[in-house]
Every structure is written in C-alpha cells, then in structure tokens.
C-alpha cells in the first residue's frame, strides 16, 4: 500500500546574492508502508531538502508530498526525524533523552517498558544515567534513533545519521538501525553518501542528479537478508550504483 506521495515536487530556495537557486526539479516517487528507501546523490544535490519537505519541515512552492493520502504542511510526530549529529539535549541523560518525547506527550504516564526495551537493543544498557558527552559518537547516535522509534512513527528520516562515524562504529549503528526496521516496520527514508550503506540497508535506491536535483534512476535492490557485504553479488551492486553516479 502507498503510504508516501512525492508528486511533481519542485523548490527553489535563493542564494546569498538573493537570486533563485533551484534545488529540487520535478521530484516523483512513491514508497510502500515498510519500505526502506535511500537518497544518493553527490553533495549539494538536495537529500536533505527532499527530506525536509517529507517531513514538513519546509513545503514545496510546487507539487506535493502525502503520507497515507493527507498533505504534509508540517511536523509532525508521526514521522520522526534524525540528523546527522543526533541533537541530544546535553543536560539530560541517556534515558531522559529517549524518553522526552513520550513524556513531552504523554506526562509521566508514559510507556517506560517501551524506553528499557530500547535502550537493550540499542546496546544502552548500564549507561541510562550518562550524559552525551559521557558516551561514544555511535552510542549517541543509537540514542537518537530510540528517541524517534520510541515515538512508534510512521515514518523515520534518517539524515546521514552516521555520516560522522568511523567506519567501525558506523557499521555497528547501521545493524541496530537494521534492527529496528525489520522489528518495526516503520517505513524509513534515509539520506546518505555511503554507497555500500545504501545497499546493505535498503530495498530501493533513489539515484539522484547534480544541482538542480532530479531523480536519475531508482534501483530495485535485489539482495535477500541477511546481506553480506563481501558477496559477488553486493559488489556487483555497488558497482553499478557507483557507475550511475558518475556524472562528469
Ligand atoms: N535555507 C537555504 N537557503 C538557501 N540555500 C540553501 C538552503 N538550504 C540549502 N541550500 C542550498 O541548497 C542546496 C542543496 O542543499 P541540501 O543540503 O539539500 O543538499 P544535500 O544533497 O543534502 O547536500 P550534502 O550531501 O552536501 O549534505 C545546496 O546548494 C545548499 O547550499
């Protein structure tokens, strides 16, 4: 079932000299409810813009986005949103921090198991009373993400949430964020840069154009779980993604 509508979507932000700036040009696609989808494309391209306009951060001054057939005009706690560097709020620990939005919602009624549950998965366990700048980049990272599950969202936006992770850690969130998907079945949208993240993770590929942004191709991903990175097949993958993002 069509849970997302991204229809003719254009937006045209401006320069600092003032003059109109394309980012975005004639946006289409659709996801199904439990679809993992990622947005690739080289730097500058409009990922995040897209994202933003999903999740009704900004609108577009053409076309629309939809999620189960009703207008995005703006946030909205039903799609979660998690950015690059988490944005934890730094005076409140671990736990407090995954569970403000519950209780932001619910007072203190909120549904504790739900927190403990994640805090286990994501491997937080003996940390619930450490601050952010107690743990490691990728325990944040994981933090941030039970912070917007918690929330049972329709739909996730991830923002390159380990582009600034090393490649251990990184590897290490991806599983957790695999995790999560696959117990929930939220459907999630994912910006990254990180070809192999793509592949490992989603099950289609949106290829997008340099500036202004278009949408070039989107890859059926034809991998079954659980997929391995060393396989003929994943570099077969990562090949012809690779080759359809060379566009100079
Ligand atoms: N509020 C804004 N006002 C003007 N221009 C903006 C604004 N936000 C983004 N831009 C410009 O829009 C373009 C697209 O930005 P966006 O962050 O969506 O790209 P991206 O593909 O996510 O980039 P990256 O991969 O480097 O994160 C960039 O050229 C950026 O400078």
């Not at 990922?47 to 951060?57: N, Q, V």
């Not at 390159?160 to 090393?166: C, F, K, Q, R, S």
């Not at 590929?205 to 340099?210: G, L």
């Not at 077969?236 to 993604?241: C, F, G, S, Y």
């Amino acid at each position: 079932m069509v849970q997302l509508a991204i229809r003719n979507v254009s937006r045209t932000l401006q320069d600092n000299n003032g003059q109109p700036l394309e980012i975005l040009k004639d946006i289409n696609f659709q996801a199904s409810s439990g679809e993992f989808i990622s947005i690739i494309g080289p730097s500058g391209c409009g990922k995040t813009t897209l994202l933003r306009l999903i999740s009704g951060l900004d609108t577009p001054e053409k076309g629309d986005v939809t999620v189960d057939g009703n207008k995005v005009t703006a946030p909205n706690v039903s799609r979660g949103y998690v950015f690059q560097h988490g944005s934890l709020f730094p005076w409140e620990t671990i736990e407090e921090n995954i569970s403000s939005g519950l209780k932001a919602l619910n007072g203190r009624n909120y549904d504790k198991e739900l927190v403990q549950h994640y805090i286990e998965l994501m491997g937080l366990k003996g940390f619930e009373s450490s601050y952010p700048h107690q743990v490691s980049g990728g325990m944040a990272q994981r933090a941030a993400l039970a912070r917007s599950i918690v929330m049972k969202p329709k739909l996730l936006l991830l923002d390159e949430p380990m582009g600034a992770l090393d490649a251990f850690t990184r590897a290490d969130v991806q599983e957790v964020i695999h995790q999560v998907w696959q117990q929930t079945k939220t459907t999630m949208v994912l910006v990254t840069h990180d070809i192999d993240e793509a592949i490992y993770l989603s099950t289609r590929i949106i290829i997008m154009t340099p500036r202004p942004g278009e949408i070039k191709e989107i890859v059926t991903n034809p991998l079954d779980f659980p997929r391995n990175r060393t396989s003929t097949e994943f570099m077969d993958l990562r090949k012809i993604i690779q080759d359809k993002l060379n566009f100079y």
